[in-house]
């Protein structure tokens, strides 16, 4: 980055972004990972508190990696997917 009062330049912001958009397309919000699994999103809080799911804060948000997403679903699969 280069010194400019603390100013990103355009550059430097078009890497930034791109670089939270790679990253952040690997993530999957506990709304969306609950969906894909038997979990309430209020199960999963808990076990990202705990420790026995993986995830990132973000603010106030939690986000899952997608292996630990396929992990959940494949360890609690869905009735349909069960009885299939």
């Known amino acids: ?10 550059r ?10 790679m990253e952040t397309e690997r993530l999957t919000p ?4 609950a969906k894909g699994t038997r979990r309430s999103e209020s199960s999963i809080r ?7 799911i993986q995830g990132v804060k ?3 948000d ?7 997403v396929n992990r959940l ?3 609690f699969p869905l009735e349909s997917e069960a009885l299939g």
């Open 73 to 75: 679903a494949k360890e």
């Open 58 to 60: 973000l603010g106030r």
């Open 1 to 10: 980055m280069c010194d400019t009062g603390g100013q990103l330049t355009e």
């Open 12 to 21: 430097d912001r078009v890497a930034k972004t791109t670089r939270w958009k």
């Open 30 to 33: 506990i709304a969306e990972a």
């Open 46 to 52: 808990r076990g990202l508190k705990i420790g026995e």
């Open 62 to 68: 939690w986000l899952l990696p997608k292996a630990e």
